[in-house]
């Protein structure tokens, strides 16, 4: 079992719809939670983090932590196709490892 | 500006040739890490240091090597012992504490000749 799992995708919604992407992850020790988005050829670019159960808001971004169930999910509302790219889950093994899922590919049709 | 700057941004490797690629922070974060990624595949840590002159292997550090003689700067060493080196590099810091965001620099892609 992958200790950070993500659908692959790709995941296509279209513009002004609400993408939902998801991520497991199997150390129950894990205390934070990172989204990281990834253009194509760039580096990822940390957009969301959440360190307790529930729901945080940042803009069209809310990421939401359900530590019985071992996953993390993001929300990106109103999506524009600018936000097609691929979505990284990161989730704490320690308190300086992070372990990454392989990413979910979001494509936003105009 | 603050950020993390990695060179170069495309290297070229010949066979037994070691390469070091540069990693650079201005952020006045005390941890730097390694990752490597390929091609549809998620990051995979190589090294990490969390202070200045100390450093820990990460999950693939074999055919790597580290420095961290100062805190702005984190160099690795792609050495010969690497059999499958081709992959984007990528370099990231975070402030002190643990479970801090991670940041990451632009990245370094390194081919074979």
């Known amino acids: 079992q992958k200790e950070v799992e993500q659908n692959s995708g790709p995941l296509s919604v279209p513009e002004g719809a609400i993408a939902s992407l998801n991520c497991t992850y199997s150390d129950r020790g894990s205390q934070s939670f990172f989204w990281y988005r990834q253009y194509s050829g760039k580096s990822p670019e940390l957009i969301m983090f959440i360190y307790s159960n529930g729901d945080k808001e940042d803009g069209r971004f809310t990421a939401q932590l359900n530590k019985a169930s071992q996953y993390v999910s993001l929300l990106i509302r109103d999506s524009q196709p600018s936000d097609s790219a691929t979505y990284l889950c990161a989730v704490n093994q320690s308190s300086y490892k992070l372990i990454f899922g392989s990413g979910t590919r979001l494509l936003v049709r105009p | 500006d603050g950020g993390i700057t990695q060179s170069p941004k495309y290297l070229f490797r010949k066979e037994g040739q070691n390469v070091t690629l540069s990693c650079e922070q201005n952020l006045n974060h005390d941890a730097m890490y390694w990752y490597r990624q390929d091609p549809g595949q998620g990051l995979r840590l190589i090294y990490y240091s969390q202070i200045v002159n100390d450093f820990q292997k990460g999950d693939i550090a074999e055919g790597y090597s580290v420095s961290r003689e100062k805190k702005e700067s984190f160099p690795l060493t792609v050495t010969s012992a690497q059999k499958n080196p081709t992959a984007f590099y990528l370099c990231?810091?975070?402030?002190?504490?643990?479970?801090?965001?991670?940041?990451f620099g632009d990245g370094t892609r390194l081919s074979i000749l």
């Open positions: 990231a810091s975070s402030e002190q504490g643990g479970y801090q965001p991670q940041h």
